[in-house]
């Protein structure tokens, strides 16, 4: 599985991004994937995860409301909607899938090292 991170760029706070990841290789809808992203200086942070149906999905609850996770199986592409975004928001954002197992279980899927494939990252930079 490739895959290929777009979307960022500079933006105010309060502001909006959508980011895209597009896939290739096997069969999208089998993969989890997911959302981390890794500030200067910082561990990679998760930041949301869909289920290969599109039907769960997971973020936590600090960004619960001002993020949202989808996805388009016939597209083979994962978004990330961000709003209101915040200056501490700020990082590369990356994108990953893995298998469908890792979903179930919390200590797994905001697990980086659970996910086997990574997309390049796109950088995301909010001014106050």
């Known amino acids: 599985v490739q895959l290929q991170a777009s979307g960022g760029g500079l933006v105010q706070a309060g502001d909006s991004l959508r980011l895209s990841c597009a896939a290739s290789g096997r069969d999208f809808s089998n993969n989890v994937m997911a959302w981390f992203r890794q500030a200067p200086g910082k561990e990679r942070e998760f930041v949301a995860v869909?289920?290969?149906?599109?039907?769960?999905?997971f973020i936590p609850d600090s960004l619960k409301g001002r993020f949202t996770i989808s996805r388009v199986n016939a597209k083979s592409t994962l978004y990330l909607q961000m709003n209101t975004l915040k200056p501490e928001d700020t990082a590369v954002y990356f994108c990953?899938?893995?298998?469908?197992?890792?979903?179930?279980?919390?200590?797994?899927?905001?697990?980086?090292?659970?996910?086997?494939?990574w997309g390049q990252g796109t950088q995301v930079t909010v001014s106050s």
């Open positions: 869909i289920s290969g149906s599109g039907g769960t999905t």
């Open positions: 990953a899938a893995g298998q469908q197992g890792i979903i179930y279980a919390k200590r797994n899927r905001e697990n980086a090292g659970k996910y086997e494939y």
